[in-house]
């Protein structure tokens, strides 16, 4: 098992100073951004797009993770990747050559993951773990923050999990597997005993009372249960 790994949701953040709160939350010990794209199309909601990414790619040298909540998906690829993002996630069900989207998330110079809904096969994943650097698997239907983490998660999880060390056994190469939807301290050990790497959290961590030290001390409250399964893993 590989490091685990914070994803804040900015989704959650406060888009008036959003440069600021990106700087606050990578300085607070997150490692990645998490970066929710969404066109009231794919999702009935309306978020963020590559002017926003490009703006914040100057403030944090931490890796943008672009979950791409769109349909159609391939134009916006070259686009996201130019505006600086260093992963870029879709969802299956939103390109009509999953392969190909995949192939050209590499090509333009990005980590390729696939996104899958709580109810979309684990199938998806056949015959393109090649192809693969990150399966993201949604805890809750896509669209909104501050929903409630969907238990049937941790069944996937695992079987994804078997999937990824299967893989990893022929060429080596290490899949992030990463979770988003509901993450909060009471819940991220037993979805990292499921075999989950990357924790993506929004309202958890951008919601973080001061009083209870804000980002610093949600994500040390994460990072203390994470602890907790490494050191069981030992
Ligand atoms: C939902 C988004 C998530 C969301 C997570 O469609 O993909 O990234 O912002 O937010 P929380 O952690 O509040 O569930
Ligand atoms: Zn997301």
């Known amino acids: 098992m590989s490091a685990f790994r914070i994803a804040p949701s900015i989704l959650s ?12 939350v990578v300085d607070a010990g997150a490692d990645v951004i998490h970066f929710d794209v969404m066109d009231n199309h794919y999702v009935p909601n309306l978020t963020i797009g590559p002017l926003v990414c490009q ?33 870029i996630s879709f969802h299956p069900e939103a ?12 090509d333009c110079g990005c980590k ?3 996104a899958l809904n709580p109810a979309t096969s684990l199938n998806w994943l ?8 990150l399966i993201l698997l949604m805890s809750v239907n896509p669209g909104f923050g501050g929903q409630s983490f969907i238990p049937s998660t941790l069944d996937k999880a695992l079987s994804v999990r078997h999937r990824i060390d299967a ?15 509901g993450v909060k301290a009471s819940n991220i050990r037993a979805i990292a005993e499921a075999g989950v790497d990357t924790f993506v959290a929004g309202s958890a961590i951008f919601n973080a009372p ?8 949600v994500i040390g409250e994460l990072r203390a249960e994470l602890g907790q ?6």
């Not at 953040?13 to 606050?24: N, V, Y």
């Not at 056949?126 to 650097?133: F, G, I, N, Q, T």
């Not at 399964?229 to 030992?234: D, L, N």
């Open 229 to 234: 399964v490494m050191a069981r893993a030992a």
């Open 210 to 217: 001061d009083a209870d030290g804000g980002y610093r001390g």
């Open 167 to 181: 893989h990893r056994d022929e060429d080596g190469q290490e899949i992030w597997l990463q979770v988003d939807g």
């Open 126 to 133: 056949d015959h393109v773990m090649d192809r693969l650097d």
């Open 55 to 87: 703006a914040i790619r100057p403030v944090t040298t931490a890796l943008i993770d672009v979950h791409l909540m769109v349909k159609p998906v391939d134009a916006l690829i070259p686009i996201f990747a130019k505006a600086g993002a260093d992963i």
């Open 13 to 24: 953040a406060d888009f008036a100073r959003l440069g600021e709160e990106i700087t606050r």
């Open 112 to 114: 390729a993951g696939l």
């Open 95 to 106: 390109s009509e050559h999953v392969d190909r989207t995949l192939a050209l998330i590499r």
